[in-house]
């Protein structure tokens, strides 16, 4: 009986029918009712707490039942079937397996005699846990099922996620092991499979209609009251740094300034901070989009000639210390990628996001979720080189490069009047838009043979010119259809970065 029923349990979910104690729930039929419908949904096994109710299951359901007694005692924290005589009533009510508190505190009766009624009764005997010590003991005994139930239940706060640490470690023993605790969603229970249980055991996010509908309630009434606030933002680019408020996808006020000089110093860094003075109290955290690489609160250059940043520029912290709020920072690409995806014109699809302007920068947006990749590089298709690994995208097709290359045949150094001079008729200024627009279009169409998004959102102030738009558009249709990206053009225009980091920050200050 043992091998075939652990046989049975093994790589299973065990659902745990117990209502809230005296809700609404709390009834024979209901717990039934538990019962029947993990079973039409592919439960393995039930635990099931109460004589009565084992009865009342075991004649209704074919599934194994894991038994179990609940008592409140003055005299010891041990609350899983304490006595004999609840083994002996779990036994005859048809109980498979009978579970009990084995952990090391005080009890009316010692574990071995439990164990021994257990046995002697011809039933499966699993061990309630909280330490790996007690599951060595209770192997050691020779308990058939060891579970992680109590692990955060016997003294001090209980944490909010499950004991993994404790499953490998178990499962280490040799024996077989029932994840249980706090396994409160699917992705949850998969991760304690791959932890190393055999079966995982899951009750109030199945069974405890009240937890799981304030769990909700929670989740949403948190989030309308983040959605309500308001962030700080800032998006911290080569040549200037704009500073808002963000409320949703709504910029209630703004300051623009250049880009102060000594990037990264404490003179620098107070002059950013400077720009909200006049906010505090208005906002709870704060979001920061900056050209470069952004990592885990550091910034570094990827183009020294766009900003030249010190290594490991501290930028979250800095600012955090001035601000004395959380700071939650990334590329302003990729927060404009968000800012797009959310409100813009990335309309939720898997998108890709390209800004063309003083740099050219990117994000990406996949199964709606940012990807920022291992580095923090994800999405910088300005930084792509060419086959001789010399220049790249950015030195070729940006507008610093296009004014470059303007200045360099006698004309303004300026791309706002090279494209004025390319609408006139100007030949030269009208071959630099072309060829830096014709490059362009060939990352766009590299960067679907790569990610093959559903649309590529083109912004940044050069992207949104009409001259350099009608330019890319040429440039497209000359490659066929089944490479040429859907491309449409940004609709948050400059404010994308500062609504897509104002954004990140309240998901970041929710969860």
């Not at 090391?104 to 011809?122: D, F, T």
């Not at 990264?264 to 107070?270: K, M, P, Q, R």
């Not at 290359?405 to 004025?420: H, N, Q, S, W």
């Amino acid at each position: 009986m043992t091998t075939s029923l652990l046989d049975t349990l093994r790589g299973g979910l065990i659902v745990s029918c117990q209502p809230v104690d005296n809700g609404p729930l709390d009834s024979i039929p209901a717990i039934v009712g538990f019962a029947l419908a993990a079973r039409d949904g592919g439960a393995r096994a039930l635990r099931i707490e109460g004589a009565d109710n084992v009865a009342a299951v075991a004649k209704a359901c074919d599934l194994p039942i894991i038994g179990i007694v609940k008592r409140d005692l003055s005299t010891s924290p041990v609350r899983i079937t304490p006595y004999i005589e609840d083994v002996a009533a779990l036994a005859a009510a048809g109980a498979h397996v009978i579970a009990v508190d084995a952990t090391l505190r005080e009890r009316p009766v010692a574990v071995a005699e439990l164990l021994a009624a257990i046995r002697g009764y011809g039933r499966l005997a699993m061990a309630d846990l909280s330490t790996i010590e007690e599951a060595y003991a209770a192997f050691a005994m020779g308990f058939d099922i060891v579970g992680t139930t109590m692990s955060g239940y016997t003294g001090g706060s209980t944490p909010d996620g499950p004991d993994l640490a404790f499953v490998t470690a178990s499962k280490a023993l040799g024996g077989f092991v029932v994840a249980e605790g706090r396994y409160n969603s699917p992705s949850l229970a998969a991760a304690a499979i791959l932890a190393g249980a055999d079966a995982v055991c899951a009750g109030s996010a199945i069974t405890r209609t009240e937890h799981v509908t304030g769990w909700f309630a929670k989740a949403v009434a948190d989030a309308d009251r983040r959605r309500g606030e308001t962030v700080l933002a800032f998006d911290i680019g080569g040549t200037k740094t704009l500073a808002a408020l963000v409320r949703g996808e709504t910029v209630i006020d703004r300051r623009l300034v250049p880009t102060p000089p000594d990037v990264g110093s404490a003179g620098w860094f107070d002059a950013i901070a400077d720009m909200a003075a006049d906010w505090r109290g208005e906002y709870h955290v704060a979001g920061v989009a900056a050209t470069g690489l952004v990592r885990d609160g550091l910034w570094n250059a990827l183009n020294p000639g766009t900003l030249a940043i010190p290594p490991d520029t501290s930028l979250s912290g800095e600012l955090a210390r001035r601000l004395n709020c959380p700071i939650v920072a990334r590329n302003d690409a990729q927060a404009a990628a968000w800012g797009e995806y959310q409100f813009g014109a990335g309309q939720q699809r898997d998108m890709a996001f390209v800004t063309v302007s003083s740099g050219i920068g990117g994000g990406l947006v996949l199964g709606g979720r940012l990807v920022e990749g291992a580095r923090g590089l994800a999405g910088s298709l300005g930084q792509v080189q060419g086959s001789k690994g010399d220049l790249r995208l950015e030195d070729l097709a940006s507008g610093f490069a296009m004014a470059a290359t303007a200045g360099e045949a006698g004309l303004p150094a300026d791309t706002r009047l090279l494209f004025d001079a390319a609408k006139a008729g100007n030949t030269m200024a009208g071959k630099i838009l072309d060829r830096a627009a014709a490059r362009i279009a060939t990352g766009l169409v590299d960067l679907q043979r790569l990610v093959d998004p559903q649309a590529v959102v083109v912004g940044g102030g050069v992207g949104l010119a009409p001259a350099f738009q009608a330019a890319l558009n040429r440039s497209l249709e000359l490659f066929d259809t089944a490479l040429r990206p859907h491309v449409v053009f940004a609709a948050l225009g400059a404010d994308a970065g500062l609504i897509g980091i104002g954004h990140l920050a309240q998901q970041s200050d929710v969860m």
